[in-house]
């Protein structure tokens, strides 16, 4: 088992939907989660970290379920610029950055 | 305020020669990154450092080489480029706090 597992998708979605991307993980000594976006061609870019009681930011809401190690990012009304790749990231070892352990991402296309 | 920068950007080599990527960061974070994404793989790390004069091997160290001299510079080396090596490399820093930031990337080509 990988130890972070991504569904590649592609999630295809039209404009206004809404969508939501699981991301499990093994260790569950696993400290820190967050969600990067990555663009095509372009770098990864922190989206949002992901806190035990669940956090929101505008359209995006992120959860972490411990027990049953995983964690989810919800996009609410979806817009065309929200099409790239979600990384999901998890650290074993909360302080020591070298632990962070990359899933290989979702795919999704939002559709006018 | 680019922040972290990364160059070349773009760079066809052949086979054999020595390649360095530089990165630069501006925010005097103390961790910094190399990684590689390949298709199917995605990012994988090379190598890191915790501070000037302190790096450690990643996930796939072979055939590069790291310093840092300064903290704001981490330069990546490969002594002799390979087919393989072909990839985009990805430096990245940040703080003990786990967030890491991202510079655009060097695509290297080893024909």
Not at chain 1, 52 to 57: A, M, P, R
Not at chain 1, 60 to 75: D, E, G, H, M
Not at chain 1, 79 to 86: G, I
Not at chain 2, 22 to 30: I, R, V
Request: glycine share 8%.
């Amino acid at each position: 088992r990988k130890e972070v597992e991504q569904d590649p998708g592609p999630f295809n979605v039209p404009e206004g939907a809404t969508v939501a991307f699981n991301c499990t993980y093994s260790n569950s000594a696993s400290q820190s989660f967050f969600w990067y976006r990555q663009d095509c061609r372009k770098e990864p870019k922190l989206l949002m970290s992901v806190y035990s009681s669940g956090n929101e930011d505008g359209r995006f809401t992120a959860q972490l379920n411990r027990a049953s190690q995983y964690i989810s990012l919800l996009i609410r009304d979806s817009k065309l610029s929200d099409s790239a790749t979600y990384l999901c990231v998890v650290n074993a070892n909360a302080g020591n950055n070298r632990k962070l352990i990359w899933g290989l991402g979702t795919s999704l296309a939002v559709n006018p | 305020d680019a922040g972290i920068t990364q160059s070349p950007r773009y760079k066809i080599t052949e086979t054999g020669r020595q390649v360095t990527l530089m990165c630069h960061q501006t925010w005097s974070h103390s961790y910094m990154f190399w990684y590689r994404q390949d298709l199917g793989h995605g990012l994988r790390l090379i190598y890191y450092s915790a501070a000037a004069d302190i790096t450690d091997k990643g996930e796939v160290p072979d055939g590069y080489v790291v310093s840092r001299s300064k903290t704001e510079n981490f330069p990546l080396t490969l002594e002799s480029a390979t087919r393989s090596q072909t990839s985009v490399y990805f430096c990245a820093s940040g703080n003990s706090g786990n967030t890491i930031y991202f510079g655009e990337g060097s695509w290297l080509t080893v024909v």
